[in-house]
C-alpha cells in the first residue's frame, strides 16, 4: 500500500503555529508521506517558529522582500508553487486560515487539479474588506478546497450556509494543539524585557498586540491613548506589549508609547514568550484573530481590539468582548475588567468553545480514512 502524499504550505507566523502541530502528527502516521512546503511569507518571524517544533521545508519559496504588496506575494507563490508542482504531485495540499498564501497556494492546486484541504475552514465577518485581504482570502480558498475541517459547529454552519456540505469536518482548532509543546510554569523568557519582569503577584500585567492593517494609522493611535489613560487610572498595571516591526505600526506606537511608566515595548517575540506571557497576563487585549481563541484556553479574559470579529463563538461563550478603537470604549471596557472582580471573573471562567487540544489528531485520522490507496 503506497503512502498518501500530504503536502502542507505556509508561510506566516500564525499559520505556522497553528500548522507545525498539524505537521507533526502527519509525519507520526505510517501510512502518511508528509510533505512541507515554506512560502516565507514573513522569514524571521515564521522560522523561529518552525525551528521550535522541528519542522523543515522540503520546498521554501523564500518569496519576503521588502515593500512586498499583496498583489506581489500572490504573483510570486503563484510562480514558486509551479516549480513545486512540477517535482511532486501530492494527493491533497493543505493550507490554513486567511492568509496571501492560503488563497495563492490553493489557486495553485486548483490550476493543477490538486485536492485542496482548508484547515481552520468557515470562519466569516461578511465584510470583505474587514480584516483585508483576509476576508476574502479565506472565502475564495473555501470556493476551492474540497476537504473542510472548521474548528467548530458555527464555521461548518457557515459553510453550509453557502452551499458547502461536502466533506466538511469540526474537528476544533490546532492552535490549542501548541500549549503542550508551549507552556511551562518554570518558564524562562528570551526576550530581555520580558525576562526582566518580576511578575508580582499582587501586580496586573496585560499583554497587548496591535498591527492589523485596518488599525494603523487612527486606531493604533487611539489604542496608545487609551493605554497611557488606563496606567494613569491603575497604579497596580503594568502593559506589554511586542511591536510588530512593520514600520506603519512602529512609527506610530514608539513615539507615543516609548519611555511612559508601567508600559513595556519589545521587538516581536517568538511563539512560547508569547503562549507564557499570556498565561502570566492578567488579560489581554489584541486586534489578533489567533489570540481570541488561545487566551480562553488559558482562562484570559480578551478585549479584541476591533470592530467585528470571524470567530463569533468566544463572543457567544463569553470570554472575547469586541469593542473596536474608540479610546473612550477602550478605556470604559477595561476600566470595568480591572474594577469588578464579578465581570472578570465570568469572562475567565467561561467555556473555551475552541476544542480539546487534539485537532491536528483528527485531522490526520480523516486524512487517512478518506484519502487511503
Known sequence: MSKIKVMSVFGTRPEAIKMCPLVRELESRENIESIVCLTAQHREMLDSVNEFFGVKGDFDLNIMKRQQTVSSITS??????????SEVTPDIVLVHGDTTTSFSAALSAFYHQIRVGHVEAGLRTYDKYSPFPEEMNRCLTGRIADFH?????????????????KNVYVTGNTVLDTFKYTIDKNYKFKA?????????????????TAHRR????????????AVIRLTEMFEDITFIYPVHLSPA????????????ER????DPIDLTDMHNLMAKSYMIMTDSGGIQEEAPYLGKPVLVLRTETERPEAVEAGTVDVIGTDEQVIVDKASRLLSDKSIYDKMAHAVNPYGDGHASERIADILSQKLEK
Do not use: W
Open 76 to 85: 510570486d507563490i503563484l510562480a514558486g508553487m509551479d516549480k513545486v508542482f
Open 149 to 165: 475541517f472548521s474548528p467548530t459547529e458555527s464555521n461548518r454552519r457557515n459553510l453550509e450556509a453557502e452551499g458547502i456540505t
Open 192 to 208: 530581555p524585557e520580558l525576562n526582566a519582569i518580576e511578575f508580582a503577584p499582587n501586580h496586573r500585567y496585560i499583554a497587548l
Open 214 to 225: 485596518e488599525n494603523q494609522g487612527e486606531g493604533i493611535e487611539n489604542i496608545c491613548r
Open 249 to 260: 505600526v512602529r512609527n506610530t506606537v514608539m513615539p507615543m508609547l516609548s519611555g511612559k
Open 263 to 266: 508600559i513595556i515595548l519589545c
